[in-house]
Every structure is written in C-alpha cells, then in structure tokens.
C-alpha cells in the first residue's frame, strides 16, 4: 500500500525520516513515497496544488498525507478523507481540498480523538503523533472507519478564478517551479475556447504572441507560452529562468485573448 | 531491517544515492530511510541533535548510520556501537553520542580492519567505503562482532549544559529548524521545575511572558514560547521566521525564570 | 530491481515524486532510488558526471533514469539504452554518454512510438509521460526490444580533455560538490604518470605542493590537494568551502606538474 508525504519541513530537518521511522514501526510494508517536502512554509495553497496535480499518477486506494499545518496544535480538525480515489490524511485546512474537486467523497472522519494516536501528543508535530500513525495503520487495515469520528464537511480553498476579460481570459500565476516556469491558473479548455490558433499572452509589460509546442521554440532567452504538464498555460523563458528574468510572482495577472 | 542515514552531504551531489546502492548490493531487501542530508557541512551537534531526537521513532534493532566525518581518512576509527535500543555506525568524532545517553551500551566495534570493506578504500567517502557495506551486512546477518574488533570506548561530545540563574534558568540556543523555530536545550522537566505557569522567557531583547500551547497562541508576527516536539523549549514567531526576525543563532544565551 | 532516478528536478516541486507514481502504478515492486535532483537546471554535463561516477555501486541489470531534458518534446530522441552493465534511459542529447564510456553497447532503443506510453504525452514532461513508464515496464518483463525501435547510434558529450604542460598537465574544475570541493578532470592515473611524491598544484594564485592523505592534512582554512572518491585530483580547503573561498567556478584550468 502506497502512502505519500507533502509537507512544508524542506530538508534540513529529521521531520520527514521520524515520520517514516513511525509509519514502519506500525506497517513495515508501507510503500512511503515522497510527493514534496518543499512547499514554503505554511503556503496551503502551494501544498494544495502539489497534490492535486499529482495524486492521478498513483494507484487508486493510496493514502496521501499532507502536513502544511500552520494551525498545529489549535482547535482545527485532523482529517481523513476518504474518496472514490483513494484516502487524504491532513489539517482541515483546505490543504486536502483542491485534489478532491473531481472525487466522490465516501466520507470523512475527525481525527481528533482516535485510539491511534503516538502518546504525548505534542502541540507542533502531528504529523508524527496523529497524521503517520492514522496512515500507517490505515495502510494495514484499509479500515477507516475506526480510525475517528464521522463528520459531515471540511474546509475548502478555492482556486483562483478565471474571468472573461476584452476578446480572451483573465488568469493569474498560480505556481512557480524550480525552473522558474510560471504556471497559470488558465487552462487547456479556456485556451481552446479562444478559437484561435496564435492567441496573445500578456504578463506586464511581456506580450507573447501564439503558443510554444516545447521549450525548444524559441532562441535562449525568449518568452514562451506553452501548456505544460498540468494541462495550464505556462509562461516560460527558453533555456532560463522566467521568474528570475520577468521578477513575477504568484498572484501576477495575465491575459490571454484572440489576436 | 531498517537503516537510517544521517550525513552532511546536501542534496545535490549523488553521493547518499552511492551509499544506497552500496547497500542494496549487498542486501537488496534493506528497507533505507533517510533521517536528513541537509545537516550543515562538518557539523557534528548538529547531526548528533538531529540522531538524538529521532531513533526513538524506528523499531528497536534499527541501524543508524551517521556520515558527518570531517576527519575522513584520517586516524579517528570508524565505529559500530550496538545498544539496548539498536546499532549505531558512523566515525568517531562524538557524532553517535548524544543519542546514546540512556541507552545500554552492548559492544562498540573498530570497523578499521573489517573484512567487509569496499576496495579500494578512498581518503574521502567512508560513508561509500566503510559504512553503507557495515551496514548492510550487519542488516544480513545481525552479527556485529563479526564487523571487526571489539574496544572499550567512543568519543563523547556533551550536549550544553543548562546552568541555574537568577529564579530560573539560563540557556542556549542548539537547533533551528527549516521554519526558523529556535530549540534551546531548556527541557520540559527544567520548565516545570519552576512552578509558575507563566514563566518569563528571554532572549536578547526579547521578552515573552509566559508558554503558548500552539503556533496560534499570537498574533501573527508575535514571538511565542512553547514546549516543542522534541520535549524542549522553543521560541517561535507565529507565521513567521524566528530566525530571520530576532537575527539569533545556534550559542546564543536564552534565560527563563518565574515571574 | 533497481531503477535510479537523476534529474535537474530539484525537491521543491512534486515532479519526481510523480514519476514514482507512475512507476508503482505499472511495478509496485520496482525499488527506486534517487542518486540526485539538484543538478542545476539544463545542465546536461553535470548530469552526466553524476551518473558516471555512481552506476558502478548498483547491482549489474539496473535501470539509471536520468531527466536532464532542455529539448524534451523537441525532434531529440527518448533513448534507452542497454549495456553490459545495465540499462540506460534518457534523452538523446549526451547526458547518458560519459557513463558508457567502458561498457559493452548490447542494444540502442528509441522510444519515441513506444507503446508503453502515458497518454496524452505532454510537451513538457518525458519523465512522466515516456521515461517512468519505460523503466517501469523493462523492469516487469526484462524485455528491452519491446520498448521501440532499435537504432544505430546515441549522441555523446566528451569530458574535458587533459593537455599536457610543461613538465606535468592542464586540466580543468568538472563539478563542484556540496562541500565547495573543486573536481578537476585529472585523474590518479595522470597524477602517477608524474613519478613525483610531491607535485605542484596551481589553480589561479593557489600554489599547493604536495598530495594530502585526507582533509586533515592541513590547518583549518589551508588548500590542499588529494585524490577524492572518484579517483580525481580534487582542491579542497581543511574544514571549509574551497569554492566560496577561492570563487573558483566549473572550467577554470589547474596545473599540475613535477617539483
């Protein structure tokens, strides 16, 4: 049974290995894969978007936990959500929300006062003391049920919207990878609506004129748009860095619309 | 059987992804979790700090293997120290101590003229060499004698030690962690020993009044005191980096007292 | 059966943990292991060095995956490659090459109309949509015909070459590690070729005489000179970085020659 970790604890720390050293002394056979540990600290709707991008590529019936927990330790929920999908274990955040827009939810359980808890509890770390142990005797059991309490809602984030702007889509910068594309909230289906074959991108003062099939399209240096592996219309610089070049960060608008 | 790895080598050379595949050719079944690799180069509280805290969440029996070795090569002897709660592989330079304080020591072994070594041994890389294969025979056979000869002693180093002052106590700052969080070695047991339930917490100038129960406890920005995942007294700034705002580092002066 | 992963990835986002996915959802019981993400982005060379330096340590028969892609979803051909050593998949633009150089080439395979791929094949990732799948599948059946079309030929990249000079050798920094050590392209077997116990090593104004047993050798702060765990001459600096120290930079000369 395959669990996957997303947290903010980067990788520095032993946060991530105590986790995994608790999920083996409950369930030796768990199959631990790390989805990220590099969401900025605290960033929810970074955490939120690494896993709803990323949870299609495993099995169904894996559990993915989530330990981007600004409010450890306070009165908000631990969570389990199981789904037509598989299970999501994490704070009731909204970190947990946007990978479950497209799931049936089978049913969702309050951690809170589980038999399964690592005793003492701390008041920073639930991810070793509530959230590895719910997965791992989850992942020997694939009984959910006992693991809490049922309950009837959790939190949600939303995605930012697009909004229909002049002949096109306003959209906004949603997430920055490593190579400093700029992925945007516009996807695949809003650019095909444009009908157009060569649309105009626009990022502040950057005008990018038709659409890119790869990262080879241009000269180094030059803009690109493309839609990448997300299925989102990506802003890129060819063989750079087009955060370190444009100075954009999320939440950034662009515009995208017919010649 | 578990083995921990535990070095300074950061995450952009290949050389844990060597030390792994060292293992797994000896012993493909070797389940390997990674404690860190972010420790900062040569730093060996730093790894000994981050080993303390972490071998109580594997299964007894577990093999610890710790690769912050600035003597590399030279005549500091390569170690193997089996105790009540597991193995320990690693150089002897004090690394491996701090997470043996309440151990039972079994044996210690001088991995110096082990058979099991890979040839040629490199001036540079024992983790490759010396560890990784003690390692993973030991994870075989469960035989440590076997790894080479028995001695009578390792290197020690002492964790700092907490000194009465005033009312209270002074301390120091030993660990910061990815989000900035400051760890001192002031424990929870030197905390209830002053018998106030809103002891003040001091550090340069800052001044906190009394102990949060979570990172919630303030205002965003507001510096906070809590007792931490690791037992120990930490100041926080809530949604913030402790670090980064207060400037303070790893020796610097912390004191608490009643009120 | 082992399947490594290198990649210019590096661990912030959730990319290399999707290929995971995808490799469990086709071999769950496929054992990855990662030798490094942090190469720097589009660095094909430094990609290459790295998988050079490291296949030696896995078992005979393993898969080494590397994404190092500038040109994914351009005319450059997914290769994958079979040797008497292992297995070799990647782009066709060198960054396999440097680790071939002493194998027996068995079979060259182009996965472009593989039938093993994920569908719809993005633009912008390989590693998801060809490469996993591809190492995933050959490491069910074992069966590299299968994959693609067999071809003729592999692009290659060529490690710098040492010139001789005057009464020794020029050479260049390769790679720099995580400890600030400089890497030349001088091998041991060049040093030996000297017939001197003590040469001199010049990189810019650093003159150091003599080869150093171990980063001991010399006072903190001191440059020294020693054959490293890749069996290259390495400059490094007794307990510090030698490249923050020196602003060394990959493709600077050295010089070694007899006293």
Chains 1, 2, 3 share one sequence.
Not at 114 to 139: E, V
Request: hydrophobic residues 45%; charged residues 15%.
């Amino acid at each position: 049974m395959i669990i996957t970790l997303t947290t903010d604890f980067g990788y520095k720390d032993p946060f991530v290995g105590i986790m995994k050293g608790v999920i083996a002394s409950i369930n030796p056979r768990a199959h631990v894969i790390d989805l990220s540990h590099g969401v900025a600290p605290q960033d929810i709707m970074g955490g939120a978007l690494v896993l709803r991008h990323a949870v299609s590529y495993f099995p169904q019936g894996s559990i993915h936990v989530v330990v981007v927990d600004p409010g450890v330790g306070s009165a908000r929920r631990p969570l389990l959500i199981e789904t037509s999908q598989g299970y999501f274990i994490g704070p009731d955040n909204g970190v947990l929300s946007l990978a479950l827009t497209d799931d049936r939810i089978m049913r969702i359980i309050d951690l809170s006062h589980g038999a399964f808890h690592r005793q003492p509890i701390s008041a920073t770390f639930h991810g070793r003391d509530m959230f590895a142990p719910a997965a791992a005797h989850l992942s020997l059991t694939g009984d959910a049920a006992q693991l809490g309490v049922t309950i009837g809602d959790f939190a949600r984030i939303t995605w930012p919207q697009v909004e229909p702007w002049s002949a096109g889509w306003q959209g906004q910068i949603v997430y920055i990878d490593n190579f400093g594309n700029l992925f945007t909230n516009v996807t695949q289906q809003h650019v095909a609506q444009l009908q157009d074959t060569r649309p105009t991108i626009a990022l502040g003062d950057i005008v990018i004129h038709g659409l890119a099939d790869n990262y080879t399209a241009g000269a180094p240096g030059d803009y690109i748009a493309l839609i990448n592996s997300w299925g989102l219309l990506e802003i890129a610089v060819c063989q750079e860095n087009a955060q370190r070049l444009s100075g954009a960060r999320i939440g950034d608008k662009i515009y995208i619309h017919a010649q």
